[in-house]
């Protein structure tokens, strides 16, 4: 049973940070490829962040610069520490397992239930 849970999320003023985690069951961190995507109200889910189980990181513009995200392979643990937060980083967040086919990032089917990120002005 894979399981992905995602928790940290809150409200915080603009400029303040969070550190999100997500706590994963049935499957090893280190073995898999790992990312964060967000949702906010009315509109699609987008890409935040990749980290590869080699490491490897990546960010969407939006972000980059002020989120870092990171595994903890000790505890089965993804995070993302999100800093300088703004009014638009208003979403639900969610951890979600990828697969890297035909050179292409794909989403599989393991996501977490979502954790809620509110940024006031």
């Known amino acids: 049973q894979v399981q992905l849970v995602e928790s940290g999320g809150g409200l915080v003023q603009a400029g303040g940070s969070l550190r999100l985690s997500c706590s994963v069951s049935?499957?090893?961190?280190?073995?898999?490829?790992m990312a964060w995507y967000r949702q906010a109200p009315g509109q699609q889910r987008e890409l935040v962040a990749r980290i590869t189980k080699g490491g490897e990181t990546e960010y969407s513009d939006s972000v980059k610069g002020r989120y870092t995200i990171s595994t903890d392979n000790a505890q089965n643990k993804v995070f993302l520490q999100m800093s300088s937060l703004k009014p638009e980083d208003t979403a639900t967040y969610y951890c979600?397992?990828?697969?890297?086919?035909?050179?292409?990032?794909?989403?599989?089917?393991?996501w977490g239930q979502g954790t809620q990120v509110s940024v006031s002005s």
């Open positions: 049935g499957l090893t961190v280190s073995g898999v490829h």
């Open positions: 979600i397992v990828i697969i890297r086919r035909m050179g292409t990032w794909i989403p599989s089917q393991y």
